[in-house]
């Protein structure tokens, strides 16, 4: 029972909901979920502000750029040159497939499937834009709404601007 509850702890206490990564502390799972999973981490990081905390426990440092992290890493905490805190296992089916397409395509034509999509995605920009400039911007809706009755009961919609000439 001992075994099982260790095994728990190590294995399903500290895992990313996003992406089921599994992580040795919560520390270190709540910084991959802020770095990988996280918009506002991200925009703070597009606007230079230092995000990237080192990952030392009661260090603090933190670093504009993943790369000057693991710099750190490497010259003051004597971590291997080959750690990578966000390292990915194995390319998705789909990036397998994108690649053999990549390869495929630019060994046949020289032009790659996304240089084809682009073009599609041009063609359908170009007859979005002609017809919305072919769309009307006048008004079709009628000045009086009559609701089975003669024209004496309609409502009707008169703009304060028509109705204060009027009087």
Do not use: W
């Not at 270190?28 to 999973?37: P, R």
């Not at 359908?124 to 400039?133: E, G, K, Q, Y």
């Not at 008004?139 to 204060?164: E, I, K, L, M, Y």
Request: one cysteine or more.
């Amino acid at each position: 029972m001992n075994d099982f509850e260790d095994h728990y702890l190590a294995r399903h206490t500290s895992t990313c909901s996003v992406c089921s990564k599994v992580f040795p502390t919560a520390r270190l799972l709540n910084l991959h979920v802020a770095e990988s999973h996280d918009s506002f981490f991200q925009a703070k990081v597009a606007r230079g502000y230092p995000m990237y905390e080192c990952l030392v426990e009661g260090c603090g440092m933190k670093f504009n750029t993943d790369r000057d992290r693991h710099r750190h890493l490497v010259d003051k905490h004597k971590f291997p040159m080959s750690f990578e805190f966000h390292k990915r296992r194995h390319p998705s089916k789909r990036q397998r497939q994108r690649q053999r397409l990549r390869a495929r395509y630019s060994s046949d034509t020289g032009e790659t499937p996304l240089d084809k999509e682009n073009m599609d995605v041009e063609k359908n920009i170009d007859c979005l834009a002609s017809a919305v400039s072919n769309l009307t911007t006048e008004d079709n809706t009628p000045a009086v709404v009559t609701f089975g009755r003669r024209h004496n009961r309609a409502f009707g919609f008169v703009p304060h601007s028509v109705d204060r000439k009027k009087s």
